[in-house]
RNA sequence: CGGGGCGUGGCGCAGCUUGGUAGCGCGGGUGCUUUGGGAGCACUAGGUCGCAGGUUCGAAUCCUGUCGCCCCGACCA
């Protein structure tokens, strides 16, 4: 390709709707414009990275033996009503563009696909003897993101690879689920990317296990904790740790103090000498469940640990056996609303009683109570006393006599050891998911009655994986992890070309024929070279090269009379000036092709 | 949706407080000079000042409404 022909536009300044360093380069080095808020267009530049993703991502799953398809973005709403998410997503904070056609009949533009494919696979496999199926296409999916932002990271029109598997059996599921990792990390790390597997929460899409493929950057909006070693790695939202020790409270003789005004865990441990660790906080919680009925919660931790609330939430909708809405801490215009009045929040103890909410005007009237492993260990403790300005002291669990459910919801914080290692300590650090993979087990194949006969000639429901890449954000997260003060580095796998030409001068004659030669040797030995053939200064073409990353640059200039030309290496910025014969077996060499 | 900010040639911005009919830099075009890190000079084209009402002799500027965009939060590949 000539940059003549490229259509290339760079612009100078950084466009104002941008603000993180990757969507402003490739808004200035041309490879994306924006339509609509959240909605853009791939140029030429960026369509050849996202095809060269493509490809890594198409061989390396046909190495697994998957299949490739095309399925519909326009989704008929039974489907979604029968898996009983249409309406969780269509309404409210729902993320799927929904319209109806002029029959009246409601559509849904595909925010994903299980639904399609697990029909699909359900009318056409019969027998356990046609598993496993593992099919997989890339194409654009929609999504009414709440906040689109930051470009192609979180837009409501993206490229995405969906893959979705079938099983006879659990243990299959999770045989390719590995295989699927597998694949995930050949995959990243033939895109050129510095990445983690975290362990990750399941979310919406449900299901058992589930590992997000994060790209570390400073600008990712996911937290993730890292274990020293590597060899442990979990989204905050999911991650365990050791508890670090606590200092004991002693036995002593249960009684009540007077802790006037003092309802943080601060000024209790201040005004009576206690450690945080010695005392049970009680935070109250509302949680909405998808059926709308809305259950107070009482949350029991230890007074210098956090809740986590994604923990929280998954623990509330297992035990409700419900999708929980929203949860949020109740506030005194919360209780007010439904005429409670005697709630002594700073004083709440985890044996609060359920009488309270008998006044509840439309919350469940009796609390769930949550304990925090890290508090049933403690033999003796400092809680509310549910009665303003008074403490516990001195209590155990025997004592209080309530029913709690036991589990852990704490936050696991940097700093923390290390579940699989204690000399281990967790790292903090910030990615960017590219990829997730699931084990969806038979959430989906049950609600959609999807089944086949198994080797008893019993009916069975299929086990299900789905494994997810955002080609689009690779493409950006890319530019994010691998860019200078010039502009971007692309990886040389992924890059719009391999090699860019440029004639310093284009009125000098042996600088051009020079670098046509050079060309034309290039693209017929398959490298995907661009020239710069622009009358242009030669500032503006360094430049150029600079900003749109092209990972090697030749140039035709000063020494072209001498049958010499530079050959410089984006990345490293190192310069050589040698003859062609050396260039050609340097770039065959880079390139690993023996033709040149 | 809640909180904050912004809409003025393709891009970045000034003008608005104190109304008088639109300006700067970059980019585009033409010519000459220049030619290894976004050149210089000259000429030139290009704007419903987001949109709709209102106030006024007169509105980019004041008022009301509305639409869009960006940032922080809930959502996620």
Redesign the pocket.
């Known amino acids: 390709m000539r940059v003549s022909r490229l259509m290339l536009?760079?612009?100078?300044?950084?466009?104002?709707?941008?603000?993180?360093v990757s969507?402003q380069l490739l808004?200035?080095?041309g490879f994306i414009k924006?339509l609509?808020?959240?909605?853009y267009a791939y140029m030429p530049l960026l369509w050849k990275v996202l095809k060269k993703i493509t490809l890594i991502v198409e061989e390396e799953l046909a190495k697994k033996g998957c299949l490739q398809t095309l399925l519909p973005q326009l989704q008929p709403s039974e489907i979604w009503e029968r898996s009983g998410r249409w309406k969780s997503y269509t309404e409210g904070?729902g993320?799927m563009f929904s319209l109806k056609d002029r029959q009246g009949k409601e559509l849904g533009l595909g925010?994903?696909h299980e639904e399609v494919i697990t029909q699909i696979i359900s009318q056409t496999i019969h027998s356990y003897k046609q598993l496993p199926i593992n099919i997989f296409q890339i194409q654009t999916?929609f999504?009414d993101?709440?906040?689109?932002?930051?470009?192609?990271?979180?837009?409501?029109e993206?490229?995405?690879k969906?893959a979705y598997s079938f099983h006879a059996n659990e243990n299959d599921l999770q045989s390719t689920y590995s295989e699927m990792r597998n694949a995930y990390q050949n995959i990243f790390t033939k895109c050129g990317l510095n990445f983690v597997c975290v362990e990750?929460?399941?979310?919406?899409?449900g299901g058992a296990a589930s590992q997000?493929?994060m790209v570390t950057a400073e600008s990712g909006?996911?937290l993730i904790l890292i274990s020293s070693d590597g060899k442990y790695g979990a989204n905050q939202e999911k991650a365990v740790s050791i508890i670090e020790e606590g200092k004991l409270l002693e036995l002593n003789k249960p009684s009540i103090i007077e802790t006037p005004n003092q309802k943080t865990i601060e000024e209790l441990c201040h005004n009576n000498n206690f450690h945080p660790s010695q005392i049970v906080k009680v935070l109250a919680y509302l949680a909405t469940c998808d059926d709308n009925k809305k259950h107070p919660v009482l949350v029991s931790i230890r007074g210098d640990q956090e809740i986590n609330?994604?923990k929280l939430?998954n623990k509330i909708s297992h035990q409700l056996k419900q999708n929980i809405l929203?949860i949020r801490i109740i506030s005194n215009e919360d209780i007010q609303k439904q005429g409670i009045t005697d709630i002594p929040f700073g004083f709440i103890g985890p044996d609060l009683s359920d009488n309270l909410l008998s006044k509840a005007k439309v919350w469940e009237k009796k609390f769930i109570r949550i304990a925090d492993k890290s508090v049933i260990e403690l033999k003796s403790f400092i809680c509310g006393n549910n009665v303003k300005d008074e403490h516990k002291v001195f209590y155990n669990w025997h004592l209080l006599n309530t029913q709690q459910l036991i589990c852990d919801i704490r936050k696991a914080k940097p700093g923390d050891k290390c579940i699989h290692d204690n000399t281990q300590e967790l790292q903090e650090c910030r990615g960017i998911?590219?990829?997730?993979i699931?084990q969806l087990g038979t959430k989906y194949s049950k609600s959609l009655n999807a089944t086949f006969t198994n080797e008893k000639g019993l009916e069975d429901h299929f086990w299900m994986g789905?494994y997810?890449?955002?080609?689009?954000?690779?493409a950006q997260a890319a530019v994010e992890q691998n860019h200078d003060d010039?502009?971007i580095i692309w990886p040389v796998s992924i890059a719009p070309f391999e090699v860019i030409i440029?004639i310093?001068?284009?009125?000098?004659n042996e600088?051009k024929f020079l670098a046509e030669e050079i060309y034309q040797k290039l693209i017929d030995n398959k490298i995907d070279a661009l020239l710069d053939d622009r009358?242009?200064?030669?500032?503006?073409?360094?430049?150029?090269?600079?900003?749109i990353g092209i990972p090697w640059?030749i140039?035709?200039?000063?020494?072209?009379s001498s049958g010499l030309?530079?050959l410089?290496n984006r990345k490293t910025?190192t310069?050589e000036l040698l003859d062609l014969n050396s260039v050609f077996k340097k770039l065959s060499e880079e390139f690993n092709t023996k033709k040149l």
Not at 433 to 436: D, P, Q, R, T
Not at 504 to 508: D, G, R, S
């Open positions: 536009i760079t612009l100078r300044d950084v466009p104002a709707e941008a603000d993180i969507h808004l200035r080095g924006r609509t808020g959240g909605i904070e993320i925010p994903t999916k999504r993101e709440i906040r689109p932002r930051f470009g192609l990271m979180r837009s409501r993206f490229i995405m969906d990750a929460d399941s979310g919406a899409i997000e493929f909006e996911d609330d994604i939430s929203d998911e590219i990829g997730h699931f789905c997810g890449i955002g080609i689009s954000r690779l010039l502009g440029i310093a001068n284009k009125k000098n600088q009358d242009e200064r030669a500032g503006i073409k360094f430049k150029d090269a600079d900003l640059r140039v035709a200039g000063r020494e072209a030309v530079e410089h910025k310069t």
